[in-house]
T-cell receptor, first 112, second 112 residues
Framework: GENVEQHPSTLSVQEGDSAVIKCTYS??????FPWYKQELGKGPQLIID?????GEKKDQRIAVTLNKTAKHFSLHITETQPEDSAVYFC???????????FGAGTRLFVKA | DVKVTQSSRYLVKRTGEKVFLECVQD?????MFWYRQDPGLGLRLIYF???????EKGDIPEGYSVSREKKERFSLILESASTNQTSMYLC???????????FGPGTRLTVL
């Protein structure tokens, strides 16, 4: 079955710096790659996603890149702010099925 | 966006008790999921349902059952709670048109 590895598990950056979180997956049939942000006491919330026919997607300070050949995708946050502090999860789905596989999560700390 | 509500934010139960966790969505989506979230393990799928009265086991169904009598409501049942079921439980609803998962706020269950 699909396996998703996420790195790093913890990331600390200074306000204004960039943060990068990487995920690798194993199933080449996977074609949908969302990223979720989970703030303290809340459920995860979708922040950006990318499909396999696209290599990069950007939404303001957040971008996701996908390398299908190498089976990895990354979340990039630029100009980080304290409110970006949260746990971030990558996920992988083959849209022909039901199961989304999640990475173990990255706890991001943005220091003011 | 889909609104997903869960019956309790915090719950404390004793070993051997029967526990009901309820999830309600405000849209008409077929696919609903129950996950448990533990530190370092990410989100693990317990059960999912793709229609009323339909259910499928996820990766860790042991000790749990589910009920989907109405489309908007998906219940997770712990028949006889045990201490190793102490966890955060998250319900999610998937939009079949976008593949996006919408999560509820979570129920933090403690079994003493």
């Amino acid at each position: 079955g699909e396996n998703v590895e996420q790195h790093p598990s913890t990331l600390s950056v200074q306000e204004g710096d960039s943060a990068v979180i990487k995920c690798t997956y194993s199933d080449s049939a996977s074609n949908y790659f969302p990223w979720y942000k989970q703030e303290l006491g809340k459920g995860p919330q979708l922040i950006i996603d990318i499909r396999s026919n696209v290599g990069e997607k950007k939404d303001q300070r957040i971008a996701v890149t996908l390398n299908k050949t190498a089976k990895h995708f990354s979340l990039h946050i630029t100009e980080t702010q304290p409110e970006d502090s949260a746990v971030y999860f990558c996920a992988v789905l083959n849209t022909g099925g039901f199961k989304t596989i999640f990475g173990a999560g990255t706890r991001l700390f943005v220091k003011a | 966006d889909v609104k997903v509500t869960q019956s309790s934010r915090y719950l404390v139960k004793r070993t051997g008790e029967k526990v009901f966790l309820e999830c309600v969505q405000d849209m008409d989506h077929e696919n609903m999921f129950w996950y448990r979230q533990d530190p370092g393990l990410g989100l693990r799928l317990i059960y999912f349902s793709y229609d009323v009265k339909m259910k499928e086991k996820g990766d860790i169904p042991e000790g749990y059952s589910v009920s989907r009598e109405k489309k908007e409501r998906f219940s997770l049942i712990l028949e006889s709670a045990s201490t190793n079921q102490t966890s955060m439980y998250l319900c999610a609803v998937v939009s079949s048109s976008t593949d996006t998962q919408y999560f509820g706020p979570g129920t933090r269950l403690t079994v003493l």
